[in-house]
């Protein structure tokens, strides 16, 4: 009868003073769902712009990875000049590089999509179950900057690719398919690659293999 009770397990103890911390990204959580949630007006038909949804939807398909990587595949083969090809050889490195690292950070984080999204999606895989990051967002910043970097373009034409990489990005709240912060995740990602696909630039000096093939 004298003997000290035993502790509550942590998970039976009152937390009476939450961290600074928990409660700031609480916050920012919630805030988060409820304004993807309230931009989400691309959701279904009887959202309050339902009527562009089928615009969204076509948006959607332009920054998907299988035209990119398809597209890419196929400028490749057609290419009969040395310096395009090294270029298309490392868009294609890019988009590889793209398709993994949002699959494992999917994988890892496995935040599920906002409840309002309609699985009706073009050609999805296992992990576009989850949401966390935006694989469209990272790939229209990702191809945004390789064009931009890499390509000659008129300055109305650069305009338009930012343009496009904006309008995909926003496409895919208004859709429903994903909240704020896994779009704004996904942008960043996808800046930070374009940096490794620079770092690791494919060439014939460091890759004569590969170059060879084509």
């Not at 003073?17 to 959701?43: E, H, M, Q, T």
């Not at 959202?47 to 490749?76: C, D, N, Q």
């Amino acid at each position: 009868s004298g003997a000290a009770a035993a502790p509550l397990p942590e998970e039976d103890c009152m937390k009476l003073n939450p961290s600074f911390v928990g409660i700031a990204l609480s916050s920012l959580l919630a805030i988060d769902l409820w304004a993807s949630k309230r931009l989400g007006v691309c959701a279904g038909e009887g959202s309050a712009w339902g009527s562009a949804r089928p615009l969204m939807k076509v948006i959607e398909v332009s920054g998907h990875g299988i035209p990119w990587l398809l597209g890419t595949f196929y400028g490749l083969c057609q290419s009969d000049s040395s310096a395009a090809r090294e270029v298309l050889l490392n868009l294609l490195f890019a988009l590889l590089l793209d398709l993994v690292m949002v699959a494992v950070v999917k994988g890892l984080v496995k935040r599920p999509r906002p409840t309002h999204n309609k699985m009706d999606m073009f050609v999805t895989i296992s992990v576009d179950k989850y949401s966390f990051p935006s694989g469209h967002a990272t790939r229209a910043a990702l191809v945004c900057r390789f064009v931009l970097r890499h390509l000659v373009l008129a300055v109305p034409l650069r305009v338009l690719v930012v343009l496009w990489a904006l309008i995909v990005s926003i496409s895919r709240v208004m859709l429903g398919r994903h909240n704020m912060t896994d779009v704004l995740f996904g942008l960043l990602l996808g800046y930070a690659l374009y940096g490794v696909v620079e770092h690791c630039w494919l060439s014939p000096a460091t890759a004569p293999t590969l170059f060879a093939l084509w």
